[in-house]
């Protein structure tokens, strides 16, 4: 799997957009840009995928560049709720291998 | 909605017990994870099963045993606890690999301290 690189931590005020960019200019071209956090003692959850194409779920949105060497997952009305540390992945597709997590960025919602 | 469900959140275990944890998973995977986490060390995969009564060994099986005997259920065996043992262990499943791409879901996790 593709390194990623992520920014160490990130503040974000409640109600605004937490944008948190992820590098990964080694990915290939059958590898998806995945998105979880981990909220303290608590197990990883899973946010968001995409292969190259923007995506948008009820949690979250991926923007991909054009190169796919770099993402931003977009929180857009942050909650302290979502205070965790967000983990960027890159996988091949079909892969049933284990997850590797590196050190993520850890999300502070400031009030 | 997904649910993997582990037995307890907390567990405080004397060393040389045999302790059981638990993981059931709603969703009818076909795969499923044992994982533990220590600070610094990211999560580490123990033991993975691809199908009922199949296992195999992840990047650090020593000191650890699995079951699978049902679908929907992976247990996790620590013959004899040690306090290196101690640490939060999360269970995960997820979807067969003939799907295109898939995500992991993730029990809650127990936290396990052997004294």
């Known amino acids: 799997d593709a390194k990623t690189t992520q920014p160490t931590s990130m503040d974000c005020a409640e109600g605004r957009a937490a944008n948190l960019p992820c590098n990964h200019s080694?990915?290939?071209?059958?590898?998806?840009v995945y998105w979880y956090r981990q909220i303290h003692s608590q197990g990883p959850q899973y946010i968001i995928h995409?292969?190259?194409n923007n995506e948008t779920n009820e949690m979250a949105s991926l923007i991909i560049t054009e190169d796919r060497k770099s993402s931003t997952l977009i929180l857009p009305h942050a909650t302290l709720r979502d205070t965790a540390v967000y983990y960027c992945?890159?996988?091949?597709?079909?892969?049933?291998?284990?997850?590797?997590f590196g050190s993520g960025t850890q999300l502070t919602v400031l009030p | 909605d997904v649910k993997v469900t582990q037995s307890s959140r907390y567990l405080v275990k004397r060393t040389g017990e045999k302790v059981f944890l638990e993981c059931v998973q709603d969703?009818?995977?076909?795969?499923m994870f044992w994982y533990r986490q220590d600070p610094g060390l990211g999560l580490r995969l123990i033991y993975f099963s691809y199908d009922v009564k199949m296992k195999e060994k992840g990047d650090i099986p020593e000191g650890y045993s699995v079951s699978r005997e049902k679908k929907e259920r992976f247990s996790l065996i620590l013959e004899s606890a040690s306090t290196n043992q101690t640490s939060m262990y999360l269970c995960?499943?997820?979807?067969?690999?003939?799907?295109?791409?898939?995500?992991?879901?993730f029990g809650p996790g127990t936290r396990l301290t052997v004294t």
């Open positions: 992945i890159v996988r091949v597709s079909g892969s049933a291998r284990q997850l590797t």
């Open positions: 995409g292969l190259k």
């Open positions: 080694t990915i290939s071209g059958n590898e998806y």
């Open positions: 995960a499943s997820t979807l067969d690999r003939g799907r295109i791409s898939y995500e992991q879901y």
């Open positions: 969703m009818d995977h076909e795969n």
